[in-house]
């Protein structure tokens, strides 16, 4: 579900009626509708962590009142998990054993908790639910979004029969959300699950670029130091050449070796370290790089949070030659050539504009 402000986000969540018990379906129903319809009735000055603790707990003490008042819904209680993407992060608000699992490359991870007892006889018994209580125990997390995330929420149904290894070989088949939703769904039943089976899965195409002060405050952390040797590691970037030396910087070709993608590392020099004027500089020119989309302009390169121990920014590696290298080199460039390159030029001109 989408709502109106920027702010609040997209919201996917997904609950599982605690078995056993009268109304399991209806506690469900009635936490995700509750929840979504609260969530965005909240305003956005709270906050997406208040917004949405606040809407469960409302959900959750209408499902625990309806459970004490009307005895044909005794007992009604369900899991839940819901996802919020929101601007640059993921939020998780959590109880039960759903669980909402994170693809980033090829490494899954899961992002939840089950509270069950875990052991002995009773080892799936649930320890939380929404309407066990008056006061609701829940977990909440935030995770930074990156592009092509892939997020799978999904019942016990599903991962009670197939493990962590398979259901990252079926979200990284990469098919669209609602197919891989579907197969994975299919494959708990051919499994043999008997249980209640539910799968969403959802894609992160883009994310909003970074603002400034969130750059700033993330540089002005990150110490500059000696300029690297080919051959160096740095935070698992392999320097493999020298690009170009100037006054104030140096650029690296490198591969990085956690996805073995050639990339450009831009280390400024030590001897601006103390200069405050160059690292503002720096961090503007990210920014820009950052919001700027265009075939015509090179990228930045984000990292995942804790991956950078010093000062530098990546950008892709494009095979080629440089402006200066084809006017220096034979034969001269013609009219239809000029043309191109002019065109390209101002384009790019155009988008920074």
């Given at each position: 579900s989408g709502g109106a402000g920027a702010l609040q986000g997209v919201v996917a969540a997904i609950a599982d009626g605690v078995g056993g018990h009268k109304g399991g379906r209806a506690a469900a129903e009635t936490a995700v509708r509750a929840f979504i319809d609260g969530y965005y009735a909240q305003p956005e000055t709270l906050g997406v962590s208040r917004a949405a603790a606040r809407s469960l707990e409302a959900a959750n003490s209408w499902i625990a009142a309806q459970s004490r008042v009307d005895p044909s819904l005794e007992g009604m209680a369900t899991t839940f998990s819901a996802l919020i993407l929101s601007r640059r992060n993921a939020f998780i608000l959590h109880v039960g054993d759903t669980r909402v699992y994170?693809?980033?490359?090829?490494?899954?991870?899961?992002?939840?908790?089950?509270?069950?007892?875990?052991?002995?006889?009773?080892?799936?018994?649930?320890?939380r639910a929404v309407g066990f209580d008056d006061a609701p125990l829940f977990d909440q997390g935030m995770h930074s979004l990156n592009v092509h995330d892939r997020f799978l929420l999904c019942s016990d149904g599903v991962h009670g029969v197939l493990p962590d290894e398979k259901l990252r070989a079926l979200l990284a088949e990469r098919g669209g959300p609602q197919e891989t939703s579907e197969r994975i769904v299919q494959t708990a039943l051919e499994a043999g699950s008997h249980d209640n089976v539910t799968a969403l899965v959802v894609d992160v195409i883009d994310v909003p670029p970074a603002d400034e002060r969130a750059l700033s405050r993330a540089f002005a952390a990150l110490p500059i130091r000696e300029l690297p040797a080919i051959g160096d590691f740095v935070d698992d970037f392999r320097?493999?050449?020298?690009?170009?030396?100037?006054?104030?910087?140096?650029?690296?070709?490198?591969?990085?070796?956690?996805?073995?993608?050639?990339?450009?590392?831009?280390?400024?020099?030590?001897?601006?370290?103390?200069?405050?004027?160059?690292r503002l500089a720096f961090v503007n020119e990210a920014w820009v790089a950052a919001r700027v989309r265009s075939p015509f302009i090179g990228e930045v390169v984000e990292l995942l949070?804790?991956?950078?121990?010093?000062?530098?920014?990546?950008?892709?590696?494009?095979?080629?030659?440089?402006?200066?290298?084809?006017?220096?080199?034979?034969?001269?460039?013609?009219?239809a050539e000029g043309v191109s390159i002019a065109t390209r030029l101002s384009r790019a001109i155009a988008t920074l504009h």
């Open positions: 994170r693809l980033a490359g090829a490494s899954l991870e899961r992002l939840t908790k089950d509270h069950t007892l875990g052991r002995g006889d009773f080892a799936h018994a649930l320890l320097i493999d050449g020298l690009l170009s030396e100037g006054r104030y910087s140096r650029l690296m070709r490198a591969t990085d070796t956690q996805n073995g993608k050639a990339v450009v590392l831009k280390f400024p020099h030590p001897r601006v370290a103390d200069d405050a004027a160059y949070p804790g991956r950078q121990s010093r000062l530098y920014s990546v950008m892709p590696y494009y095979e080629g030659e440089t402006l200066e290298g084809r006017l220096r080199r034979e034969p001269r460039i013609d009219l």
